[in-house]
């Protein structure tokens, strides 16, 4: 069975102290892990998607890196707007519906 | 650009009471999908479809029914609403589900059964 682990659960920064949000899994045949930003009352917000292990992808203050157990998003320099919460999820399968699972998320606090 | 656009926001339903949620996208996405989110859990699928016409089973499926009406359209039927089945909804879309793109999501609806 497909597994995603975040963590830390909840993670309270001050602004511009640089940090990473972790998320490990345990799939067979990983098609590619996306990285969501949910702000309270909101659905989630598309972020990044990676292939495969060794790529790194980057917007604003947020860089996303893949191996090939573990994701992570590095937080550099962070602002109060960049509080909510984080959501991992991975897809897999070959043919047909490619399955995707969510992990429970990384709330995000920043303050100034 | 409305992207997903779920109602209602917000329902109360007695135990035993039907609804149906209502979802439209408009960027033209082949796939949609339906998610619960409960506290302490990830996002769990109820029911997608791949394409117009077709419906498939998610994770969690017992209790709910849907329909694709078109293109646009996917809806969520709760037959007999149960206090289990208090979450929030979200739908979502897809360009496709067999290749590696990103869903987007709708705003939720916030479902108290009592």
């Known amino acids: 069975e497909d597994q995603v682990t975040q963590s830390p659960e909840a993670l309270r920064l001050q602004e511009g102290e640089s940090s990473s949000l972790n998320c490990s899994y345990t799939?067979?045949?990983?098609?590619?892990l996306f990285w969501y930003r949910q702000d309270p009352g909101k659905g989630p917000e598309f972020l990044f998607t990676?292939?495969?292990a060794g790529e790194e992808k980057e917007k604003e203050r947020l860089k996303a890196t893949l191996t090939k157990k573990e994701s992570f998003l590095h937080i550099t320099a962070p602002k109060p707007e960049d509080s909510a919460t984080y959501l991992c999820?991975?897809?897999?399968?070959?043919?047909?519906?490619?399955?995707?699972?969510f992990g429970i998320g990384t709330k995000l606090q920043v303050i100034p | 650009n409305a992207g997903v656009t779920q109602t209602p926001k917000f329902q109360v339903l007695k135990t035993g009471q039907s609804m149906t949620l209502q979802c439209a996208q408009d960027?033209?996405?082949?796939?949609m999908y339906w998610y619960r989110q409960d506290p302490g859990m990830g996002l769990r699928l109820i029911y997608y479809?791949?394409?117009?016409?077709?419906?498939d089973k998610g994770e969690v499926p017992n209790g709910y029914n849907v329909s694709r009406l078109n293109k646009r359209e996917f809806s969520l039927r709760l037959e007999s609403a149960a206090p289990s089945q208090t979450s929030v909804y979200f739908c979502?879309?897809?360009?496709?589900?067999?290749?590696?793109?990103?869903?987007?999501f709708g705003q939720g609806t916030r479902l108290t059964v009592v």
């Open positions: 799939v067979s045949g990983l098609r590619g």
């Open positions: 990676l292939y495969s």
């Open positions: 999820a991975v897809q897999t399968g070959t043919e047909g519906y490619q399955k995707v699972t």
């Open positions: 979502a879309s897809s360009e496709s589900n067999r290749r590696n793109t990103e869903a987007f």
């Open positions: 960027m033209n996405h082949n796939s």
């Open positions: 479809s791949a394409s117009e016409g077709t419906t």
